[in-house]
């Protein structure tokens, strides 16, 4: 299985609404990212977790909020937000290599919209 | 800064053609990578590279470590393989995951 799958694929929300993004996957990889892309543009890395433990933060905003609850899962919980982070949110999984040379795999994306 | 930097922007081909699409980058790397997004979101990863030729299919993706520069190449291209082709990188000197993306080329093929 070199699945890994997002739930929901798309997402509306008011302002004041809190909902969350879920990530699984069960290829036994122990580092989970999350990136945020808007339109014709690269994905951007907002969070990495290693062997469940919250790696990197890319100076994301507190209205987004990451939790690894296992090796599989990875979730990403949403408060307040506003109608600038309307875009593609995907999780991807990796087995760190400790050499850098390790493959991402992606999910098909969460497509959020904020209204 | 660390950069990568992608050409062409754009890409339109017909039917059959053969495809090049480079890659160059400004400091070492441990890997790079070619990706591949279709329209709606996916991305597949398509290649991991850290020296020389790699081939699967229709596709060819080599690298340059000296010139610091990369291609992925298309082969008899067919208008499936319309895309988004994004190279990334993770730099040498950097610990960790992160990856740095180029801005990808967007590949239209036409019958």
């Known amino acids: 299985d070199t699945e890994v799958t997002q739930t929901p694929k798309h997402l509306v929300m008011g302002m004041t609404n809190k909902k969350s993004l879920k990530c699984e996957q069960h290829?036994?990889?122990?580092?989970m990212y999350w990136y945020k892309q808007k339109a014709k543009k690269p994905p951007e890395l907002m969070f990495v977790?290693?062997?469940?433990?919250?790696?990197i933060n890319e100076s994301v905003p507190s209205r987004f909020s990451p939790e690894c609850p296992n090796s599989s899962l990875l979730n990403l919980h949403l408060h307040a937000l506003q109608p600038e982070d309307s875009a593609l949110y995907l999780c991807?999984?990796?087995?760190?290599?400790?050499?850098?040379?390790?493959?991402?795999?992606f999910g098909p994306g969460t497509r959020l919209t904020v209204l | 800064k660390n950069e990568v930097e992608q050409s062409p922007q754009n890409l339109t081909a017909q039917e059959g053609e053969f495809i090049t699409i480079n890659c160059s980058y400004s400091?070492?790397?441990?890997?790079l990578h070619w990706l591949q997004q279709h329209p709606g979101g996916g991305i597949v990863s398509l290649f991991m590279?850290?020296?020389g030729k790699k081939k699967h299919g229709r596709l060819i993706a080599t690298i340059n470590i000296q010139e610091k520069h990369s291609s992925l190449h298309i082969t008899a291209s067919h208008p499936r393989d319309s895309a988004v082709y994004i190279c990334?990188?993770?730099?040498?000197?950097?610990?960790?995951?992160?990856?740095?993306f180029g801005e990808g080329t967007q590949l239209t093929v036409n019958p």
């Open positions: 590279l850290s020296s």
């Open positions: 290829m036994g990889h122990r580092a």
């Open positions: 991807a999984s990796s087995q760190p290599s400790g050499r850098g040379t390790d493959t991402q795999y």
């Open positions: 400091v070492g790397i441990s890997a």
């Open positions: 977790y290693s062997y469940e433990k919250l790696s």
């Open positions: 990334a990188v993770r730099w040498r000197e950097t610990s960790g995951s992160r990856l740095t």
